[in-house]
């Protein structure tokens, strides 16, 4: 759980998480001039549970240390005891050593007698859904009330009549028109939205379109190699009568679709076709000690038993982007990264106020987290140990089995819809500040990475990685928790958000290109 054991059994009140590093973090809140005895200091200001102290008197421009990393500069001189905040901790620019694919270690696959298995929906491609849905699908924002009315129309009552299907879910966006006619913006939405209506949580889709959009129906189905089938089924309001007449229309359709999707029952699955998008939105400092790293162990579990996880959300792995490029299978893996790496750097973020350029959200300066660096630092545990497998465009999809990367924006319902769109049937998601997001027709895990959060929110909260902050679980114990809570969920198990019937509105696509 930590580096230095001894130093971990100080007055409880802090503990140092490498041997490398010159601070130390405050477990629970303290006044200042509290003294603590391990590390023969005292703390010169009121601090926060997760804030930095200095643990050694650290110089003006000197590097600062967590985890063994560099996570900013000192703003001034700053002197044993002295908390750490944004007012004294700068951010900048510094070299890294790009050792590509220096620590990569090919996979240990468990032994055949110790797989482990899921019950899930096999679908006539090999694919398995880890939930049955029925999605209406528009392809422009001209039609996202059509979807929307037909959707509403199955309400839980009526859907008791199909016991086998988890919902008719209507997935809407705010593009499709007044953009470039081709080009990446076409073709990531393309991506996005064939992703979802080919998904393997989803049973059938019913594409609606206007008809004069510029993301036509004919359009998407070439450019992503779809064909109406009895699974699949389009309407075109210009070419169907209207706004009324469509609504009539998809719900007939829908209810054919649901006679085929009761037929459909779970059965005993590898977990070679779980796959996973890892996620973290309202972070704080407990992110990095917590719920990151069991996440992380997790995750190599599952990729130890043949299954794939999804790190994402390049502007929160910069500045750590090297430690992934080493474990990368391949040069041309680790290009690919450092690739997607650059183009936020220097083309898309460049002038902007983002937080690739430095400064984290409010929510985040507020959790402790003092920039980029040190967000990054925590982010990039999701994704465990294991080698870099491959690396992906938003919204691609993911083929690759093991521990892959896509490129997503940090926005959370940006970044998971791609990951869903990309073939993602579960997403794992840590918060320190407390998230409710929710992802159809993918459950979401919510990992809370202290104690006081998960009993706050409850409701929106799965597993409590605070359990480690509180010395009652390590690492180790926590990420098998979470990953037989993977092989629960998947089997049908309903997450928080689920039970909340979140995830109505939180399909995002990336708005990469212009709207003219």
Sequence with gaps: MLDNKEESKNSGRAIILNQEDNIIIAIGNMNAGHYLKNF????????????KIAKVDIAQNDAIYKYGTIIGFADSNIFKGQVLTNANVVFKEFSRDHDYCSKYQPTRFVNSSSERTFMGYKRVDGRVGTRNFIAVVSTVNCSATVVHEI???????????????????AFSHSTGCG???????????????????????????????????????GGLFQNQGLAENKNLKTLVMQENGGTTATIRAGIKCVEEMLENAIKIKRSEEPLSSLMVGLQCGGSDVFSSLSANPALGKAVDILVEHGGTAILSE??????????????????????????????WKDIYSVGRDVQINGTVSPGNQKG???????????SAMKGGTTGLMEVYKYAEKVEQKGFVFMDTPGFDPVSATGQIAGGANLVAFTTGRGSCFGAKPTPSIKLATNSDLFNRMNEDMDINCGLVVDGEKNIEQMGQEIFEYFLSCASGKKTKSEILNLGRHE??????GITG
């Design 40 to 51: 023969d200091l005292t703390i010169d200001a009121p601090i926060l549970s997760g804030q």
């Design 151 to 169: 959707a509403s129309y199955f309400t839980e009552e009526k859907l008791k009549k199909y016991p086998n299907v988890d919902g008719v879910s």
């Design 179 to 217: 953009m470039e006619l081709s080009g990446e913006p076409m073709d990531l939405l393309h991506r996005t939205l064939g992703g979802y209506i080919n998904h393997p949580n989803v049973a059938s889709s019913l594409v609606v379109g206007l008809g004069c959009e510029r993301c036509q129906v």
């Design 314 to 343: 390049t502007p929160e792995i910069y500045g750590v982007e090297h430690t992934l490029t080493a474990r990368a299978i391949n040069i041309s893996v680790a290009e690919k990264l450092m690739e997607r790496v650059n183009w």
């Design 368 to 378: 402790g987290l003092a920039n980029i660096l040190e967000k990054s630092l925590g």
């Design 507 to 512: 399909f995002a696509p990336w708005q990469i």
